[in-house]
């Protein structure tokens, strides 16, 4: 199907599934993780998230998306930047993969991504949108579904389309 990049609040789109950059504990958070909550209702999506527990990093689970826009959400949990040495990209790349994986396994058609492990979790976006490029496009050669990459700055979103050409 297709890759798009925009621009925005990843709430307000019309997907199957959007992607939460969740921690491991699965409890509400701040930034996209927060409005994700909000957007979802946070008592009912705490609820699920609370029944399923953990999420190593790298993995992903799924809960319905109750009172947002999305069928799904997929919390996936993204590491957290000590350097590169560490396994992050390794780490990333399966954070990614997973919530495709996921997705398609569960009949969805469109999936919204967030920057996943670019804001708190310091993960620097240069290597993290080359990441999300490299997996989803390879992830694309092989699956059918349309796939968002959602960049919340201007800067992001720019360097988002470079990079896009690039590969």
């Known amino acids: 199907m297709s890759f798009n990049l925009l621009m925005g609040d990843i709430t307000n789109l019309k997907v199957d599934a959007i992607v939460n950059a969740a921690n491991t504990e699965l409890k509400i958070g701040g930034g996209v993780c927060g409005a994700i909550f909000c957007a979802a209702g946070p008592k009912k999506l705490e609820q699920a998230c609370d029944m399923i527990g953990t999420c190593p990093v790298g993995e992903s689970v799924i809960t319905k998306g109750y009172e947002s ?99």
Request: hydrophobic residues 40%; proline residues 3%; contains cysteine.
């Open 69 to 167: 826009s999305a069928k799904y959400i997929i919390h996936t949990v993204g590491p957290v930047w000590r350097g590169g040495n560490q396994g992050e990209k390794r780490l990333l790349e399966n954070a990614y993969n997973s919530a495709l994986t996921m997705a398609t396994e569960h009949d969805c058609q469109s999936i919204a991504f967030p920057l996943i492990s670019s804001g708190i979790y310091g993960y620097p976006k240069l290597e993290a949108l080359k990441v999300a490029v490299n997996v989803i496009e390879e992830y694309l050669a092989t699956y059918d579904i349309d796939v968002f990459l959602i960049l919340f700055d201007e800067q992001s979103y720019e360097l988002a389309k470079k990079i896009k050409n690039t590969c």
